[in-house]
């Protein structure tokens, strides 16, 4: 008897290299197996172990958070809002890897437009770049690192490292700053579900509404302070409490 050919069963042996008589399809019923977040699964939560920086650079990345967005009578800091777990999560994801950017040399020094140019990823960045800086505030300092320094001391290297002046033995220290500025700044405004934004510090200090559904009611209120509070895409924390 003659095999009769459709165009499900041609599809199907050119995906899986079979015969068109061998190939075969799972078949489900009620729905679709699915699990939440297996595609992109969620980041690690305030709380949780450290999945990339090690004891002295925790130390360092807290200290120069608090530097960049300190805790004031504003509210909350860079530190209290979960700015360093945010990153740490960060560089132990793609981000860190460089999974999405093109890493192969040429490695000429870039012109300021065309972004990051570099042979390290993130993550060697960050590692290389907080190695280099606690040496040279150790040379400066009678071999303390960075997060021993005292507040003015921390806010001049910074500086230093922000204008290329620090000596970080081939570092760019400039890059650096610039890269981990950005990150203090994604880590605080970002939405909670990736680790920063502790208790949404960041969006109650802009009035920020989140990530509310319809906010048609408010969109001509020019000049008014936002009245709700700030929802992300988890919801708020008190709603756990109903």
């Known amino acids: 008897m003659a095999l009769r050919i459709n165009r499900r069963r041609i599809i199907a042996a050119a995906v899986l290299g079979a015969a068109p008589a061998a190939a075969s399809a799972a078949v489900y019923r009620g729905a679709e197996p699915w699990s939440p977040s297996a595609a992109a699964p969620e980041a690690a939560q305030a709380g949780r172990a450290w999945l990339f920086f090690t004891d002295p650079e ?24 979960g700015v360093p777990e945010f990153i740490d999560r960060q560089l132990a994801g793609q981000f860190g890897q460089g999974l999405r950017w093109y890493m192969q040399g040429p490695w000429a020094k870039g012109e300021p437009t065309q972004g990051y140019q570099s042979r390290y990823t993130p993550a060697a960045f960050y590692r290389a770049a907080i190695a280099a800086i606690d040496r040279a505030a150790g040379r400066q300092a009678g071999g303390k690192t960075f997060a021993g320094l005292a507040g003015a001391d921390q806010d001049a290297f910074l500086k230093s490292v922000e204008a290329g002046k620090a000596d970080l033995g081939g570092v760019d220290g400039k890059a650096f700053f ?49 009245p709700l509070p700030p929802v992300g895409l988890k919801g708020r924390p008190d709603w756990d409490k109903h």
């Open 58 to 81: 925790v130390a360092f990345v807290r200290a120069a958070c608090a530097r960049m967005i300190p805790n004031d009578s504003l509210g909350p800091g860079a530190v209290e809002a």
């Open 178 to 226: 610039e890269m981990f500025h950005q990150n203090v700044l994604e880590g605080f405004w970002s939405d909670p579900i990736y680790g920063g934004n502790r208790d949404m510090a960041g969006w109650k200090l802009i009035g920020f509404p989140g990530a509310r559904y319809d906010n048609r009611p408010f969109v001509l209120a020019h000049g008014q302070p936002y």
